[in-house]
């Protein structure tokens, strides 16, 4: 088999691989609720409190959010299948209308309630910022959007030019355009991640936008880059996306997203 021929097999191979991942999360739930706090106590745990009404009169649902610490993030998290009692959800301003949340750290009990506002009419994925010393809960911060942003394209271009460095690219023209390439897809695949509900529908589209952001960069390095030839080009392109890949979906696991 000819040396193009096996680089293209590679070429669909790890775009495949990439995909597997992003195309098995699709039966992932969202959490109807997720609330965001930043540098928590280690010992606070935090019950939803939901009030609702029907023909036998008020039922009152406690239920301990799940919890799951990601670096200085700790996010409490709501799911559909731990609320016992209820089988449909309208949307969380009513299903969750009046809720109040129990932090419990230090041996102190704090009840909150969660503001109306914050919670969508008929979304039911929404994400709280709460700071535990004030009890203030606010939106999503584009602040916090921003930094992970940054932080996460960081990773990738570390990663992919370390790769990039250990397949011999030393000219300054090279380096160039390799930050202007990766910068861009790496900010568009970072914007999409974070500008979709994560549901099956559009984890079906991140599966097929992995395979589509790999052939840009490959486009782009072969079309602008000269250093070397275009095979080791598309053989870098693949080996940095791969790496990068792997690298983002350990740290995944341990830092916010």
Known sequence: MKQRQRLLLL???TALMLSIPAAAAGIYHAPVLTLLVPFAPGDMS???TIYKNDKTGQRIIPVKLEKQR???ETQYMLRREAVYGITTWYGNAYDLKDATVTLEYGGENHKLFIPQELLSERNSEDYIQLNWRSGRMTAMSSSR?????LMWTAIALAVEGIIFWLFGYRSKKSWIMFLIINTVTQTAHHAFV???NVNPSSIKVYALLIPVLLLVEMVC???LIDEYSRDKTISYVVAANAASQAALGLLMSVLPT
Do not use: M, N, P
């Not at 959007?145 to 942003?149: Q, T």
């Open 194 to 196: 974070s500008g979709v």
């Open 145 to 149: 959007s921003l930094l992970l942003a």
């Open 70 to 72: 990601k670096g200085w």
């Open 46 to 48: 935090v019950t939803l």
């Open 221 to 223: 390095f072969v079309v």
């Open 11 to 13: 070429v669909l191979a």
